[in-house]
C-alpha cells in the first residue's frame, strides 16, 4: 500500500505534462518523448518483425531515428490522449485505435506486449497477430 502511495504521489507531482504538434508528430513535454501522428498509423497493421523494421525505416519530419515503445511509453501517451479527449474534447490523430499496438517489451512467455485503446496490458503472439504501430524518439 505504501509504494502505490508513493507511485500515485509522484505521477500527480509528474503529472501528463503536454503535447505540442510538431509537424506530423506530437512533443510530450513530460517525457521528452517524440510520438508518430499520421494518418496511417490506425488504419495499418503488421506482424511483430515487421513493426520494428516498420519504425527503424521511418523517416518523418526529417528524423530517422524511430523506434517501437516500449510498454510504459505507450500506457503513459495513451493515458494522456484518454485524459486530454476527455477534459478538452478533441484528440489528436493519437486517439486510441481499435485494434492493440504494438511495443518492444516482451513478456515471459515470449509474446510481446501490446497497449490496447484503454492503455492496459496485453499480450499477442508475434507470429500471427497484427497489430498497428505508433513510433516514437528521444526528443532533443
Not at 488504419?43 to 530517422?64: K, M, N, P, S
Not at 490522449?81 to 474534447?89: H, T, V
Request: glycine share 8%.
Amino acid at each position: 500500500m505504501k509504494k502505490t502511495l508513493i507511485l500515485l504521489a509522484g505521477l500527480s507531482v509528474l503529472g501528463f505534462g503536454k503535447n505540442i504538434v510538431v509537424g506530423n508528430t506530437l512533443v510530450n513535454t513530460a517525457t521528452n518523448l517524440q510520438w508518430q501522428d499520421t494518418m496511417d498509423v490506425p488504419t495499418e497493421t503488421y506482424l511483430f518483425e515487421a513493426a520494428i523494421q516498420r519504425c527503424e525505416d521511418l523517416v518523418l519530419d526529417g528524423y530517422d531515428d524511430w523506434r517501437l515503445p516500449n510498454l510504459n511509453e505507450m500506457i503513459f501517451q495513451t493515458n494522456y490522449q484518454i485524459e486530454a479527449a476527455a477534459s478538452k474534447g478533441f484528440t489528436y490523430n493519437f486517439a486510441p485505435v481499435a485494434q492493440d499496438t504494438w511495443t518492444s517489451t516482451p513478456h515471459a512467455t515470449g509474446y510481446y506486449g501490446f497497449a490496447n485503446k484503454w492503455g492496459n496490458f496485453n499480450k499477442h503472439t508475434t507470429a500471427t497477430y497484427h497489430g498497428t504501430v505508433r513510433c516514437v524518439r528521444d526528443y532533443k
